[in-house]
């Protein structure tokens, strides 16, 4: 005898609560990410690799230059991905580009070994997007990109991004040694990875 068994799965929409902590956390990991990357004077890729780049090259502050360069986005983001999603990126890119001009002043480095570095802002900064992209957000314009391709072309948003970075990167080596380029390219793919592996709709739902 056979039994057939209807289920009916109800997903609920995050909670303003849910946001705001999600969020919260997906930013703090993200601007503490960057510290690490920041005192190794490394790069990273997509809108805040190019702020970065932007950076070490002009001399302005990085989170100037970061809040600056998504405003043009902005409006892409809106007809492509709603006004929600937009205003939660407004704010994230906001507070990160506040948070990343106050937290280096409390953390002081006696010694950061290239490689432990690298790995810890790969960890941080990718679970803290990933916190950010589960509610709604991101943290700029290529990310907001890659996001609008995943959702009409399936192609993951991390490749995506992977792909945005070796440009930027390509364009760091007329800037940076080798060696700086790739130890960053190495954060990146560990980062992209993170997104790549875990930001998959056929496998996790979150509204």
Known sequence: ??????????????????????????????????????????????????ALLIAYTTGYKFGVVFFLVNIPFYWFTYKRLGLRFTVKSAICVAAMSV??????????????????????????????????????????????????????????AGYVQQIFDLVLFATALFFFPLEVVTWSIFGSLILNGIIALNHRRDRYIAR
Do not use: W
């Open 1 to 50: 005898m056979s039994i057939s068994t209807d289920t009916k799965t109800t997903i609920e929409k995050h909670s303003l609560f849910d946001d705001l902590q999600g969020l919260a956390y997906g930013i703090f990991s993200c601007a503490i990410g960057l510290v690490f990357l920041t005192h190794l004077g490394f790069l990273t890729g997509q809108t805040a690799g190019l």
């Open 99 to 156: 948070l990343v001009e106050i937290i280096p002043a409390t953390i002081v480095f006696e010694s950061l070994n290239p490689l432990v570095g690298t790995l810890a802002f790969g960890a941080l900064t990718g679970s803290g997007l990933l916190a950010i992209i589960r509610h709604e957000g991101s943290l700029g314009g290529a990310g907001a990109m890659a996001l609008t391709i995943q959702e009409s072309t399936g192609f993951r």
